[in-house]
């Protein structure tokens, strides 16, 4: 038997997966619908249902077509009554156009839209591709509704932390929390390979973003159209900008603290530009497990869709018939210290993480708008870090409270 037809069984075991996708107009969303769609193809057969859609309402036009395409019974968007009315009114040209004319979803609307769809009950698996800490309630509401949860939103497990490990154990599922961040879903496919035990150092590769090699003083005056010139990855605003502060990097070692249990002191990050190394895990006895594949959301987008079992033809394999090269070279602190700002945040405990998140999301905003510098990003997270009185218990509601003092806080330091 063919290794993909086995593959296919495999997956197809439990029957096909209901999966609600979170942020579906965005770059994972997009990509997951890829993801969908092609295995589909493959297996010949349909493997995974999308029975709910949610994204904001800044693309309601696309949201439409993917609830057409997908026939998505519950299909949510963020904004107000208005953009709900738009909404319908697309689907069902749509729905005529292109023969579906029977087809008319549940549309929901409003700030607890997305949450609403990922305690949809006909799901199995929900995938969050919201960007923000405004991800934490739908997190929580998958988990606390008992679903699996492929998470591609690190903002929440950064800001939600504990509250999130008591929803992971109230769950019946014995992993109901996929990584999807490439970073993690590597070190998750490299510790398959051994126990906790085994474990001596996380080591998470890093592209060094569009500014790798500068100093400090080149960094001042960079624009904002030169922060989202990612070398390798092609991804939403917020995370392409933390890409190049490294920002990204500093939530994504807590991301795989918090994710594997490993301490921070025991996770590493080296800057590996060619993007195929997504992460690697170092064992007791000096080996080392690395992933590797060219830079494609989609592999690490399927494997969270059908966990534990991978999906075949998902994307396209490292070519080891070419010539290549792989370098690898420390990370300079100096010039990006927000990986040891996050440590010192989460030295700190509680609510420290949110703040730096929320501080973090704020002064990436005013950057855009042309209102403070490149520099001003990290040195604001910094400040309001420092100044936070960190809560005595992670509740929703100290969450909730210390992230709006965060975003004030940093909006009066970016003014001034
Ligand atoms: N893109 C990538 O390759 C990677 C992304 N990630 C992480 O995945 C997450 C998503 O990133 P990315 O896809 O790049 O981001 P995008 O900005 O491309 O997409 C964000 C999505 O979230 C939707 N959205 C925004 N606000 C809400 C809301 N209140 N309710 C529901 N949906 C909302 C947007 O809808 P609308 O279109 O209407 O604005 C959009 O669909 C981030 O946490 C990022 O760090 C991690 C690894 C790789
Ligand atoms: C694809 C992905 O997982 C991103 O989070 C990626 O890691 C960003 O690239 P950097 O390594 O430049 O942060
Ligand atoms: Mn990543």
Same mark, same amino acid.
């Given at each position: 038997?063919?290794?993909?037809?086995?593959?296919?069984?495999? !997956?197809?075991?439990?029957?096909?997966?209901?999966?609600?996708?979170?942020?579906?107009?965005?770059?994972?969303?997009?990509?997951?619908?890829?993801?969908?769609?092609?295995?589909?193809?493959?297996?010949?057969?349909?493997?995974?249902?999308?029975?709910?859609?949610?994204?904001?309402?800044?693309?309601?036009?696309?949201?439409?077509?993917?609830?057409?395409?997908?026939?998505?019974?519950?299909?949510?968007?963020?904004?107000?009554?208005?953009?709900?009315?738009?909404?319908?009114?697309?689907?069902?040209?749509?729905?005529?156009? !292109?023969?579906?004319?029977?087809?008319?979803?549940?549309?929901?609307?409003?700030?607890?839209?997305?949450?609403?769809?990922?305690?949809?009950?006909?799901?199995?698996?929900?995938?969050?591709?919201?960007?923000?800490?405004?991800?934490?309630?739908?997190?929580?509401?998958?988990?606390?509704?008992?679903?699996?949860?492929?998470?591609?939103?690190?903002?929440?497990?950064?800001?939600?932390?504990?509250?999130?490990?008591?929803?992971?154990?109230?769950?019946?599922?014995?992993?109901?929390?996929?990584?999807?961040?490439?970073?993690?879903?590597?070190?998750?496919q490299a510790l398959r390979s051994g126990s906790a035990t085994e474990v001596d150092r996380?080591? !998470?590769?890093?592209?060094?973003?569009?500014?790798?090699?500068?100093?400090?003083?080149?960094?001042?005056?960079?624009?904002?159209?030169?922060?989202?010139?990612?070398?390798?990855?092609?991804?939403?605003?917020?995370?392409?900008?933390?890409?190049?502060?490294?920002?990204?990097?500093?939530?994504?070692?807590?991301?795989?603290?918090?994710?594997?249990?490993?301490?921070?002191?025991?996770?590493?990050?080296?800057?590996?530009?060619?993007?195929?190394?997504?992460?690697?895990?170092?064992?007791?006895?000096?080996?080392?497990?690395?992933?590797?594949?060219?830079?494609?959301?989609?592999?690490?987008?399927?494997?969270?869709?059908?966990?534990?079992?991978?999906?075949?033809?998902?994307?396209?394999?490292?070519?080891?018939?070419?010539?290549?090269?792989?370098?690898?070279?420390? !990370?300079?602190?100096?010039?990006?210290?927000?990986?040891?700002?996050?440590?010192?945040?989460?030295?700190?405990?509680?609510?420290?993480?949110?703040?730096?998140?929320?501080?973090?999301?704020?002064?990436?905003?005013?950057?855009?708008?042309?209102?403070?510098?490149?520099?001003?990003?990290?040195?604001?997270?910094?400040?309001?870090?420092?100044?936070?009185?960190?809560?005595?218990?992670?509740?929703?509601?100290?969450?909730?409270e210390a992230e709006r003092w965060a975003r004030t806080r940093a909006d009066q330091l970016?003014?001034?």
């Amino acid at each position: 038997m063919p290794a993909a037809q086995g593959q296919w069984e495999a !997956l197809l075991s439990d029957g096909v997966r209901r999966v609600s996708i979170l942020g579906s107009t965005g770059s994972i969303g997009t990509q997951a619908l890829d993801v969908v769609r092609k295995a589909r193809k493959d297996a010949g057969q349909e493997v995974f249902r999308v029975v709910a859609l949610a994204a904001g309402a800044s693309n309601l036009k696309l949201l439409a077509r993917q609830a057409v395409e997908t026939r998505a019974e519950l299909v949510a968007t963020s904004g107000d009554a208005d953009a709900a009315a738009q909404l319908a009114d697309s689907i069902s040209n749509l729905a005529g156009i !292109l023969d579906a004319g029977h087809y008319r979803p549940r549309i929901i609307h409003g700030p607890e839209a997305a949450t609403r769809a990922a305690a949809v009950e006909d799901a199995d698996l929900v995938l969050n591709g919201i960007t923000g800490s405004i991800g934490l309630a739908p997190t929580l509401a998958a988990l606390e509704s008992n679903k699996l949860l492929a998470l591609a939103n690190k903002e929440s497990l950064i800001a939600g932390g504990a509250l999130i490990h008591q929803a992971v154990a109230a769950s019946t599922h014995e992993d109901p929390l996929i990584p999807v961040d490439s970073e993690h879903s590597a070190l998750a496919q490299a510790l398959r390979s051994g126990s906790a035990t085994e474990v001596d150092r996380l080591i !998470l590769t890093a592209s060094g973003g569009p500014f790798r090699g500068r100093t400090r003083e080149q960094l001042r005056g960079v624009k904002p159209a030169d922060a989202l010139a990612h070398p390798t990855w092609d991804m939403g605003l917020m995370v392409t900008t933390n890409s190049a502060t490294m920002v990204n990097k500093a939530l994504e070692v807590l991301e795989a603290h918090l994710l594997f249990g490993v301490e921070l002191d025991r996770i590493d990050v080296v800057v590996h530009p060619q993007s195929v190394v997504h992460s690697m895990v170092q064992f007791t006895d000096g080996s080392t497990m690395a992933q590797a594949s060219p830079p494609d959301m989609r592999l690490p987008i399927a494997l969270g869709l059908g966990w534990p079992h991978r999906v075949p033809g998902a994307a396209t394999p490292c070519d080891w018939s070419r010539a290549t090269q792989w370098t690898f070279e420390p !990370l300079d602190e100096d010039a990006f210290p927000a990986v040891r700002l996050i440590k010192e945040a989460a030295a700190r405990g509680a609510t420290a993480p949110a703040v730096y998140n929320a501080a973090n999301e704020q002064a990436v905003l005013a950057f855009h708008a042309g209102r403070i510098g490149f520099l001003d990003i990290v040195d604001t997270v910094a400040r309001v870090v420092e100044e936070h009185q960190v809560a005595d218990d992670l509740t929703v509601k100290a969450v909730l409270e210390a992230e709006r003092w965060a975003r004030t806080r940093a909006d009066q330091l970016l003014i001034d």
